[in-house]
């Protein structure tokens, strides 16, 4: 047995061994730095192409939806509270409306196929009622300019069928996908640990490598070693900071998303508040004015968790305010004077003194501006993490694979000099 143990340690301090089996230990792990670092690019590729090419669509065309249907909504019970003149460009609107929920459909169909979740079926029923509510709203409008009552129930039918199907699925898809681009982000940003530990440990062996050369053939520096190294350390170092970015990038997205939330929500309410002003005068039911006040609460709310800003809380405060005036005489208290439909209609319909909207579409353009500013960052963050890592997988596989034959051929040439 000592023989033998003497034998092979012979065996393996032999210069030309240890060059060999530095090159087999080179070899493979630079081969598995380069296939596990192109797997982990190629994986982050698509996640960061999810983001940007379908979830970041399909949250916005969610947004659209819900923003046209509560507008169809408030538009179809407004143009039957006033004269046949004004309630023609209501009608127009109204079906401008129903348009842009229709196109922004039609948009999310061809995304939302294979996303592995239920964005599909969503889209699917939200395609499949959109029609329904068309119809209903259209008779209730024929009917009630014949003056028969039942137009006012296909009418109430509509708006129940906008506010029970229609918009919480739209708010739920939003929902849904604001919460998928977050997570392909991350994804797209995350540490591959695989290719970064294997990647370090080629570095080391090839350290290693030029130190056993330096020392054992008295020449100083390998070149097939030295670019070896210099081919690693390029791949490594330029895979981390394309990395790095794409998960900075991500962060400034999800930051945008957390703010476009809140404000799609008070948004959405504030559609809600403005039909719901339409509904108390054609047919209120009980509880109406609570609910009613308790959306404006919930618009203040998620106005300051988006940084409330100043310029819709002010907006707000005064839509809020005229309310509680209008709702003062709808329900005909001693101090607001008797209830007069026709100047109710005028205070919700007309615009407001000095401006060329209402208190709701003053609240709802400025909430509109401030969702399209940050879901453009987001947007441009999706985008630009999915331009920076185009190709990367490719060139990384390059640069590995050519350090490994550099490597190879480097001790490849102190190793023949044993043989000859």
């Known amino acids: 047995m000592p023989v033998i143990r003497t034998r092979l340690r012979g065996v393996v301090e032999r210069t030309e061994h240890r060059f060999l089996a530095f090159a087999v230990l080179i070899s493979v792990l630079g081969l598995l730095t380069a296939f596990s670092g192109w797997a982990a690019l190629d994986l982050r590729q698509e996640r960061a192409a999810d983001a940007a090419e379908r979830r970041a669509v399909l949250t916005a065309s969610a947004l659209d939806v819900y923003r046209a249907m509560a507008d169809a909504d408030a538009h179809s019970l407004n143009a ?5 003149e004004r309630s023609a460009p209501l009608r127009l609107r109204f079906r401008d409306d129903v348009s842009a929920a229709t196109e922004a459909l039609h948009i999310s169909s061809s995304r939302s196929a294979g996303t592995g979740d239920d964005a599909y079926d969503q889209v699917w029923l939200l395609s499949r009622v959109l029609p329904l509510y068309t119809r209903l709203v259209e008779i209730g409008w024929t009917e009630s300019d014949a003056g028969n009552p039942v137009g006012i129930s296909y009418l109430s039918n509509a708006s129940a069928l906008v506010r029970t199907e229609i918009l919480p699925v739209a708010e739920r898809l939003h929902a849904a996908q604001s919460d998928a681009v ?9 540490v ?17 490598a030029q130190v056993s050369v330096t020392r054992r053939t008295r020449r100083r520096v390998n070149p097939g070693l030295a670019l070896a190294t210099a081919l690693t350390c390029v ?25 476009v939330g809140p404000l799609a929500e008070a948004r959405n309410l504030g559609r809600e508040a403005d039909e719901a002003e339409a509904r108390i005068l054609i047919f209120p039911k009980a509880g109406d ?20 800003d100043e310029v819709a809380l ?18 005909g208290d001693v101090d607001a004077g008797p209830p007069v439909f026709t ?11 000095g401006s060329a909207d209402t208190f709701g579409g003053q609240l709802d353009a400025r909430l509109t501006a401030l ?3 940050h879901r453009a960052v987001a947007t441009d963050s999706a985008g630009s993490a999915k331009a920076t890592l185009a190709n990367w997988d490719a060139v990384v596989l390059a640069l590995l694979l050519a350090a490994v034959v550099s490597a190879v051929l480097g001790l490849g040439v102190r190793i023949r000099e044993y043989y000859t």
């Open 371 to 373: 969702i399209d500013e």
């Open 289 to 308: 004015v609570s609910e009613l006040d308790e959306t404006f609460t919930g618009i203040e709310e998620r106005v300051t968790a988006a940084g409330g």
């Open 235 to 259: 791949a490594l170092l330029g895979g981390g900071i394309v990395i790095g970015f794409v998960a900075a990038r991500g962060a400034v997205g999800e930051r945008e998303l957390s703010i």
């Open 182 to 190: 977050v997570r392909a982000q991350r994804d797209a940003g995350a």
């Open 192 to 208: 591959p640990w695989l290719p970064l530990l294997s990647g370090v440990a080629t570095l080391v062996a090839l350290v290693a």
């Open 314 to 331: 002010a907006a707000m405060r005064a839509w809020r305010e005229h309310d509680q005036a209008l709702l003062g005489r709808v329900r």
């Open 80 to 84: 039957v509270l006033v004269n046949p």
């Open 343 to 353: 100047e109710l209609v005028k205070l919700i319909i007309d615009p407001v003194p």
